[in-house]
């Protein structure tokens, strides 16, 4: 190796700042739902670019094919979405119109999360008298921490894939948070112990992961068929199973519109409550941690 | 992770105070060892989870898991309606060579089922995907569209190649049953009948901005109307178009755009009564340019539209048309103004509009309304003005109000009621009521904005 003069290095090096793209850009992520792009910069740090595309006010299932979202998906190196059928209804629109090779099917650059955990509730039958079911299973995967650390772990592996000179960055920084993960999901688990058992509605089945993990008991869904606005009449269906197995709490999530809940919440005498569901979803919900931390804080106080 | 630390209080107590030198090397030494250890410790840990992840659960094969079920995707539209209309003998646009209705089947009086669309599609291997839409109607099979689009070019392009609804203004790549009314607008109906279809290869280039930038060329046979099949090499007909799009907060999203086809009509059927109604069989041959201009805005309170959502969308076009129309008598023993033939220099410069709004106001339940209008402008005939000599030519500027409420109980079900109030033709103050409905089957289509 041989020895620049410091002059000539420190010249090098002003000229390594004023090129553009002398430094290594960093790696563009377009990431379908706030969790996976906050997953993602946990992982990146400083060398992502991280878009996402949708809010925790967006019903996922339903978003438009936005000029602003092709116009993202164009230019991104790195397609982090749930998959499981919940982006139908938008992505495949956006991947044909954004003309990107590298976050097209079978590309590396096209990151699934529900890939890489086991789906629950798959249907025996698919047939759409039952609602809009997903073939694959219930998508709403990230309310189980859990299943953040496997997607994670995942995804680091798959970032280091597509730009290898950051790969010792994303590994590290993947190491440094699913330790403190590792932590916290205990932290949690201990918090929420009392809520095993504890019997709840949901307004609409998007709480699979989360019912499972904390041992909550779902003893209805406001939602007649997924996907389907409950009407009085399944409403009214619902208190009267209620009126027979009282449950303590109704669940809902950010984006949900209020009213069904807020009607079994006054009808049945349980509490309402609205869970972030995923980044962004409240205001203590800034990342993935604090997400969790809402979430358990709200459901402990729907016990009460 | 005791270790290091143990070591290092060890051999700090162990070594006098005076080696400070070496202490700091090896002080340094111990950091550097420590640092190899944790990173080490880290990446076995992170090793460890990740076999416990992959050993947790049982990892079925993913791409089977969580894509669709079918391939090729396979969905079939359902389309029908009842239209309660006054008993006319002809129906079109005043003032303008239009295209002719072509209307899926339906279009007549009382009950009717429109063609049935048939939608397949799939990747075709990872450099094309391909898609086919085919409407089934009595008796014959019309194709849509069919064909193949380009994944792996990549820097933002793509190109299709085969039948396709043209990239040119908003609504003309959408299909009848993504349309928000159950009736075309005049503009659409006076420029291509449904929309415009080329046979032909579409080049498209997205600018890689973060505001959505869109530019595209097509070259067609052009044997659609307003052009003609002409039996002929090199294209009949060209379109180039752009679009520019973006958000502006969360709640509101838009796109604009400017499209250009020309077309070549050589022998173009212009069936029409002279204005002393006798019937005339005629062709146009010459030259063909349409301008369009669309833009599209839509609301959605935090972009959530399952609520309540907002669209509104207008597109005008203006189109120029120059060359000789020949006509003669449709029926010799009733002679009339183009007795024994007449082929005279025709020249028109038509404009028109339509502007249309539609709010969902609760979950499941639209309302619309749509204003279309149309300018006649200039049209000369041998010299003079064209409606001297065809009545269907007569000056009328064609307008029509449409308002309409629709029930969708799912997705994939679509009920409407609609009323236009109609004066297309010069003349003609017509109330029409509609119903429809539109039923999807299958796998689950992404609509585009």
New interface residues.
Partial sequence: MTHFHPTWRAGLFAAALLLPGAAQAALKVFACEPEWGALAREIGGDRVDVYTA??A???PH???????L???A??ADLLVCT???LE??????I????????I???QPGQF?A??????REKPAV?D?AA??VH???NPHIQTDPHNI??VG?AL??RMATLDPADAGVF??R???F??RW?AAIARWEKAAAPLKGAPVVVQHKAFPYLQSWLGLKEVAVLEPKP???PSLASLAAVKQRLAAEPAKMVIRAA?Q?ARPSEWIAAQAGVKAVVVPFTVGGDAQSGDLFGLFDSTVSKLLAGLN | MLRPALLAAALAAAFPAHADADLDALRTEIRDMKAAYEARIQALEARLQQAETAAAQPQPSPETQTRGGFNPEVSLILQGRYAHLENRAERGIGGFMAADGHEHGGGGRGFSVDGSELVLSASIDPYFRGYLNAVLADGEVEVEEAWAQTTGLGQGFTIKGGRFKSGIGYQNEQHAHAWDFATNNLVYAALFGEGYAQDGVQLKWLAPTDTFLEFGAELGAGGAFPGTNNDGNGAGSVALFGHVGGDVGASNSWRAGLSWLRAKPRGREFEGHDVNEVETAGDFSGKSRTWLADFVWKWAPDGNPTQRNFKFAAEYFQRKESGTLACDDADPADPGLCSGGLAAPFMADQSGFYAQAVYQFMPRWRAGYRYDRLFRGDVLFNGADAGDAFESLADHDPKRHSLMLDYSPSEFSRLRLQYTLDQAMAGVDENQFYVQYIYSLGSHGAHKF
């Fill in positions: 949708t809010t006010m967006q019903d339903r978003i438009e094919a936005r000029p602003s092709i116009a993202r164009r230019n998959g499981a059928e139908i209804g938008w992505l495949p629109v991947l044909a119109e954004s003309g990107n090779r590298a097209q099917a079978g699934f529900a890939d890489f955990v086991a789906l698919l759409r609602g809009d073939a694959a299973g650390a496997r772990a680091a592996e590994r590290n993947w190491a440094d699913s330790a590792t996907g389907v606005e984006y519109p």
